[in-house]
Every structure is written in structure tokens, then in C-alpha cells.
């Protein structure tokens, strides 16, 4: 290529863009890392870090752990723990107050027990159809039924109480199914 002329305001051939973005991306350019030949021996951060811990970290933790072990533990499930039965209400008199409540006290508890009960087998119901897949009603139908029949027994000692559901509502209503119960039993009898 002949050269060009020196013509006053032209530097000569332009630069390819291309080959001049090449070489800015994919050269490597050279880094010098200068070389530091004294460093110092003292580090301040672990002693400062120590520091923090022994002045703030280590007496709150402290102080947040005693304060722990003190505190009684609240726990929201009862089917593990076991109380001392009391009479039913139906064994207490109508004036013996220390005695109701303390069948209300124990209905109130057998009651979340027994919701316990059903939410644990629910529980494995959910499990053992999401790891049987398509064939969950036939390989978990023994869980199906036993929610089934937990879910009857439910129903048949607190379903239809209403808001108020207590010892003396659960009560009422078990006289009233022995009563209807009886009373279709003779409708049933033939010589009656």
C-alpha cells in the first residue's frame, strides 16, 4: 500500500473498531503489583473483635441465658404431658365448685388432645398421599379411615355445642343422644 502523503491534518489509516476492541477485551494487559517488602506485624482486627466480645457480647449472653433458665418454659401442646384425672362432671355435685372446674379444666385439655390427635393424623394422611402419588386412596386407605372414624368420634362428643362448647353442653348433649338412642331402640321392638 503506497504510503499516503504527508498532507497537513492526516495522521495516516484509521484504527479497525473491531480489531481495537479485540484487543482491549481479550489481551490481557500488563499489571504491575507492587512489592511490598515491610509489613506490619500488628493486626488490629482480632483484638478489636475480642475486644467487642468480652466488653458487649459475652455479659449480655450471659445475663440473656440466666434470665432464660429461670423462665418457665411454655409449651403449646398438652397430649405429652400427663395430669392427675379428676372426676368427670357428672361425678361432681351441683354445689362443689372446686370439683367443676376442675372437670372443666380436664374437658378443656381432652379436648386439645383430641384435636392434637386428628391434626397429627391429618398430618399423615397429607404424607403418605403426596409420597403414594395417583395411588394414594389405595395405599393410604387405612389412614383415611382412621381420620374418618377420629372425625366421627369428634363430632359425636363436641360437634353441634356451638361457641360455648364446655363440660356441662358436652354433658347435655350425650343425655340427650342416650335418650333419643333409647327411644328409638323401643320404636324398633316389635311388641312395643
Not at 100 to 122: G, H, L, N, P, T
Request: with cysteine; charged share 30%.
Amino acid at each position: 500500500m503506497p504510503e499516503l502523503a504527508d498532507i497537513p491534518g492526516v495522521l495516516g489509516p484509521a484504527d479497525d473498531p473491531i480489531r481495537r476492541e479485540n484487543k482491549r477485551l481479550y489481551e490481557d494487559p500488563v499489571v504491575t503489583v507492587p512489592d511490598i517488602k515491610w509489613k506490619s506485624s500488628f493486626n488490629f482486627v482480632p483484638i478489636l473483635s475480642s475486644i467487642t466480645y468480652y466488653a458487649f457480647e459475652l455479659p449480655a449472653t450471659t445475663l440473656h441465658n440466666a434470665f432464660e433458665s429461670l423462665r418457665a418454659p411454655k409449651t403449646n401442646r398438652f397430649y405429652h404431658q400427663q395430669f392427675r384425672r379428676v372426676p368427670e362432671i357428672w361425678e361432681c355435685g351441683t354445689e362443689d365448685k372446686i370439683c367443676v372446674f376442675e372437670a372443666e379444666s380436664q374437658f378443656r385439655r381432652d379436648k386439645k388432645v383430641d384435636a392434637e390427635i386428628i391434626k397429627v393424623i391429618e398430618q399423615r394422611k397429607k404424607v403418605c398421599m403426596a409420597r403414594a402419588g395417583t395411588y394414594g386412596a389405595i395405599d393410604c386407605k387405612h389412614l383415611l379411615e382412621q381420620l374418618e372414624q377420629c372425625e366421627q368420634a369428634w363430632h359425636v362428643k363436641y360437634g353441634d355445642t356451638g361457641i360455648h362448647c364446655n363440660a356441662r353442653n358436652v354433658l347435655q348433649k350425650q343425655k340427650n343422644r342416650f335418650i333419643e338412642d333409647r327411644y328409638t331402640a323401643r320404636k324398633q321392638k316389635p311388641g312395643a
